[in-house]
């Protein structure tokens, strides 16, 4: 949204970025232009909440690549605040920000040693060495600050990112089980933990993905990814040289679910596919529906699911 400078005044544009920073919203090209336009001329009128207003207009800066505007604010910041390790951490985005790592990592590296319990710091680094594709040592960074902060899902999360980069993927399913301990009723925590056990093969994790997507499917009956998978995963083990039992279970629940795929197949038909229907509005009806379950089926692979004796 554009703002008219000329009909605002410098309490006006302090309410506004007031707003944004309580909505938790960077608007960070509004922010420049209120700022050069307005408020910097105007700062002194800002009181206590002059140093605010600079950390959000530094990290508009940055966000916008108006180096400049966070060079002046930084200066601003340091003259006061000349020991802040909140400073500090800026000063290193700074450098991130003009692609010298090697300095911003010296500067976070000093945070890290004056105080430990500092997780803001410790993540810029892990995202600094994952921006200069060292991997291995993002992984070693972030493992140690799990050590410390266990709860933090987000960093599980990123630490699963990297060992799949990596092709580590038991090490990235220990990872999302710990997300689950956090969050048991996320249907896409779930689905992705199948993910990965699929991805790693054998009937042993084969069975194990067709639980997780099975509890993705029953917290969210919508999730066609965890409907797909489960059919993948049926395919696979009624195919397989599993016991009869479970290669019978495994029909039963596989056609289950490709009648699921195609209620919400069905269901989700919606106007941006209408045109794709009335080309084939020659044929019966629902045979529309037919053919994208029959291409499904050949997506799958062209999967036969044979009954047992």
């Given at each position: ?25 960077r ?27 600079l ?73 600094i ?26 960093a ?13 993927y ?19 925590i ?8 699929y ?52 029909q039963k ?14 269901s ?42």
């Amino acid at each position: 949204m554009a703002y008219n400078a000329e009909e605002m005044n410098w309490s006006d544009v302090r309410d506004l970025f007031r707003k944004w920073r309580d909505d938790n919203e960077r608007k960070s090209d509004d922010v420049i232009l209120l700022w050069e336009s307005i408020l910097a001329e105007k700062q002194q009128k800002l009181g206590n909440e002059r140093h605010i207003v600079l950390e959000q207009v530094f990290i508009a800066a940055l966000d916008c690549g108006r180096i400049e505007t966070a060079e002046d604010c930084i200066g601003y910041l340091t003259v006061e605040f000349p020991g802040s390790l909140r400073i500090q951490k800026y000063k290193s985005m700074l450098l991130e920000a003009l692609e010298r790592y090697d300095d911003a990592l010296d500067i976070l590296d000093n945070i890290i040693k004056k105080d430990e319990t500092n997780a803001a710091p410790r993540k810029r680094k892990i995202a600094i060495l994952k921006a200069k594709g060292k991997t291995t040592e993002a992984i070693k960074e972030l493992c140690d600050y799990l050590k410390r902060f266990m709860s933090d899902q987000e960093a599980w999360h990123e630490l699963c990112s990297l060992y799949l980069a990596e092709g580590e993927y038991a090490k990235a399913a220990f990872c999302m089980e710990e997300v689950l301990l956090h969050n048991p009723y996320s249907h896409l925590i779930h689905q992705r933990l199948a993910d990965i056990r699929y991805t790693m093969g054998g009937l042993d994790n084969i069975e194990i993905a067709k639980s997780y997507y099975s509890q993705a499917v029953k917290l969210n009956n919508h999730n066609l990814r965890a409907l797909y998978g489960l059919f993948l995963c049926c395919g696979h083990i009624a195919n397989s040289k599993a016991t009869l039992s479970k290669r019978k279970e495994a029909q039963k629940l596989a056609q289950w679910t490709l009648n699921q795929i195609q209620q919400k197949t069905e269901s989700s038909l919606t106007t941006s596919t209408s045109e794709s229907i009335k080309k084939k509005s020659s044929k019966p009806n629902g045979s529309a529906i037919s053919d994208e379950i029959t291409a499904l089926e050949n997506a799958f692979g062209n999967l036969e699911l044979v009954k047992s004796n």
